[in-house]
């Protein structure tokens, strides 16, 4: 390795000049970094959290929580109801806990940035389409089908599918030769997933770059407008121990990738003016459906996302998937306690959950308040009848392939449903306090737009009124996507990259 890496210590004052500092190594800061070290420019990653190889990731989703999650993946959106935001806090970002699922950015996509932001969809469509494509090939995308351990609810899924007619397919995913162990969520122990701790920052460390972990940025340092560095403070991931201080300055400029709920905040407490920090945020709201089947399905044996259907995308406006989860929070979905919730485990190698995630328009706003960050969030009816939709249609896909029941998981509804009865579904409550959702999709809270009045950045990533400052992460999106993100962010750090290279 060229560059060095620089985890926690309480020794003495940090301090170092490079061309550019990247805060954030997840999807977006981790492409961005790589890309402009790639341009020949000294770079240093500075992340909030510690920095694991795949033989230390956790095993449990307990584990999984403490270690790699942001406050143990407690970040609630609050509104009507109180969902979970789960976001990543590692070296590599939510990609280290993520399904690794790669989806191209839809066309209408950039069409509807075109008419709500004013940048151009031919120019940015075409542009991030190149990256796109060359990121599968550098990031290993491989066609869920084709390995080893697809896994039997995946298998299932395809058949409800086929039996209905709904156009579906196995998901591509950022996995060399995966090994189908189920475990994305908790990182993946064998090193197949392409999680870019493992990719794009070891590369930045070979091109001569410097790792930062354990190192949350407090503040962007400006002189004048110009953005010349960040400082922080190090923090011991197990203990919460404060550590040196580092100030790191930064000759080109800084690129924030902070994630949909950082990014807003590091910028406002750097004392960057903007209406539009913390608006625009957006999601994709999901939950799941059990289906209980005769036959033991193990959804734990297989790739933890194998298929997928985008055929409900536009409408009503979801996209439906697979999804293995480990018997602890199948535990927390099936609700109950002592000897009726273990009578309710006892059915756990029947069950193959499949869940949605809802194209939902609801818009709400990241605000900081004496609580820290509060993320304001609420779907409307149109949104909550979408989600409802979705859980009948997953319904409907698990009866076709055989299911003799399905757990829907609503508050106050029944708790399990016949096949002959799961058109109850349609009728189920529209409050979302009914409903266990997750919220792992997130945009918005710096939005791109060429409007200054209406946005936080540019079409290059560039903070509207200032200099040598970027913003290169999901925050930046300014509506949904009804597909997977990562690859639409890494789409877009690339080409803030190649600008901010260019300009250099
Ligand atoms: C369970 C789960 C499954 C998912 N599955 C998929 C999938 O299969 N396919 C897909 O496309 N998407 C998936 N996603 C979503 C995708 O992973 C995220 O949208 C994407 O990683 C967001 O990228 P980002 O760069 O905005 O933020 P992140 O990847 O979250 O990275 C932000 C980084 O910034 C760091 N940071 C924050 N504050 C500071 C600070 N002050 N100083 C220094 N560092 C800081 C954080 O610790 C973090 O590492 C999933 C998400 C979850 C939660
Ligand atoms: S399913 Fe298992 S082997 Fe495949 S990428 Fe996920 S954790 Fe790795």
Redesign the pocket.
């Known amino acids: 390795m060229k560059g060095a890496h620089h985890a926690y210590h309480a020794g003495k004052r940090e301090e170092a000049e490079l061309d550019v500092i990247v805060v954030g190594s997840g999807a977006g800061g981790a492409t961005a970094a790589v890309k402009l070290a790639r341009a020949g420019l000294r770079v240093g990653i500075v992340e909030a959290g510690a920095w694991r190889a795949p033989q230390d990731y956790p095993s449990s989703a307990y584990g999984s929580m403490r270690d790699l999650m942001d406050a143990w993946g407690a970040t609630m959106a609050t509104g009507r109801a109180f969902w979970p935001i789960v976001q990543a806090r590692c070296v590599g970002g939510t990609t280290v806990i993520n399904s ?1 699922i790669c989806v191209r950015t839809p066309a209408d996509v950039f069409a509807r940035w075109e008419r709500e932001t004013g940048i151009s969809a031919k120019d940015m469509g075409s542009r991030i389409w190149a990256h796109e494509d060359a990121l599968a090939t550098e990031l290993s995308v491989s066609d869920s089908g084709q390995v080893v351990g697809l896994g039997r609810s995946s298998r299932l899924a395809m058949k409800g599918a086929t039996a209905l007619g709904v156009p579906s397919e196995h998901t591509h995913r950022y ?1 060399k030769d ?7 969520l908790q990182g ?1 122990h ?1 090193g ?2 392409q999680s870019l701790n493992v990719t794009f920052v070891p590369e930045v460390l070979e091109r001569g770059g410097e790792v930062y972990s354990c190192a949350p940025v407090s503040d962007v340092i400006f002189e004048g407008k110009r953005a010349v560095g960040v400082r922080g403070r190090y923090l011991h991931p197990q203990t919460r121990e404060k550590g040196a201080h580092f100030t790191l300055r930064a000759k080109l400029g800084v690129v924030v990738a902070a994630s949909v709920t950082k990014s807003c905040e590091l910028l406002r407490r750097s004392g960057v003016k903007n209406k539009m920090l913390g608006e625009g945020f957006r999601s994709h709201p999901g939950t799941g459906v059990f289906g209980v089947y005769d036959e033991p399905v193990d959804m734990n044996l297989g ?2 996302q194998g298929w997928a259907s985008i055929a409900y995308r536009d409408n009503p406006g979801l996209k439906l998937e697979t999804l293995s989860i480990p018997p602890e929070l199948v535990a927390s979905r099936l609700s109950g306690g002592g000897l009726e919730l273990m009578e309710r485990l006892s059915e756990y190698r029947h069950l193959a959950m499949w869940c949605h995630a809802v194209r939902a328009e609801s818009v709400g706003r990241i605000s900081h308040g004496l609580l820290g960050t509060q993320i304001h969030y609420t779907l409307d009816k149109a949104d909550m009848e979408r989600f409802r939709r979705g859980m009948w249609l997953l319904a409907q896909m698990h009866v076709a392939a055989g299911a003799k029941a399905v757990i829907p998981g609503i508050a106050g509804f029944s708790f399990k449903l016949e096949a002959n009865e799961i058109d109850q579904l349609l009728d189920a409550p529209l409050d979302p306090r009914h409903y266990v959702a997750v919220l792992s999709h997130l945009f918005g809270g710096c939005v791109m737009g060429s409007d200054p009045r209406r946005s936080v950045v540019d079409g290059s990533g560039r903070v509207h009124g200032y200099e040598g400052l970027v913003v290169a992460d999901a925050s930046v999106i300014p509506t949904n996507l009804g597909v997977n993100p990562q690859h639409t962010i890494m789409g877009l750090a690339s080409v803030f990259a190649d600008d901010f290279a260019a300009r250099t």
């Open positions: 690794a996995a995966c090994a189908g162990s189920g475990q994305c993946c064998e197949k997933k790739t933890t």
